[in-house]
């Protein structure tokens, strides 16, 4: 399943496997299969999934829920904030302009945002990634999702990323 992430395969072959993954790390009860998960290659390909480029909203949103889920280990999170490029593509998804485009229709934009803030906060709960992320910038996107306009479950995403830092 990791190896249909990677951008030879058509978009929607990579939205499969990412919300494969994310359904194993979120929903399973087994917290080796996040072990397994890693090291089978999928954080690389998770975070390239990020980006604008080659991906729609809802690839987004599951790739970032994917890792979301695989910050249930420790290492992991290490491992994904070390990524080059993982928390500065979290911190842009929190913008509506670096969402890719929507085949879902209305709210896809907030529900990529919410997602990419979760993945922020389970992230903030190591220390060491709590400077990172707030280095990166990501303080006032967090602040900006607590306004009005966003679903409450939205807030309390951006609430915990800027708690936990």
Known sequence: MVQLMGSGYPVQMRLLAATGIATLACFTGDAQITVTIASAGAIPLLVQLLGREGSTASTQQMAAGALCGLCKNADNMVTIAAAASAIPRLMQLLEPSAV??????????????????????????????????????????????????????????????????
Do not use: H, W
Not at 112 to 138: K, P
């Open 100 to 165: 890719g485009p929507s085949t879902t229709g209305p709210g896809t934009t907030e529900k990529v945002q919410n997602m990419a803030a979760r993945t922020l906060s389970n992230l903030a709960a190591n220390t060491e990634n709590t400077v990172t992320i707030a280095a990166a910038g990501a303080i006032p996107p967090l602040v900006q999702l607590l306004g009005t306009g966003y679903s409450s479950d939205t807030q309390e995403c951006a609430a915990g990323g800027l708690q936990a830092g």
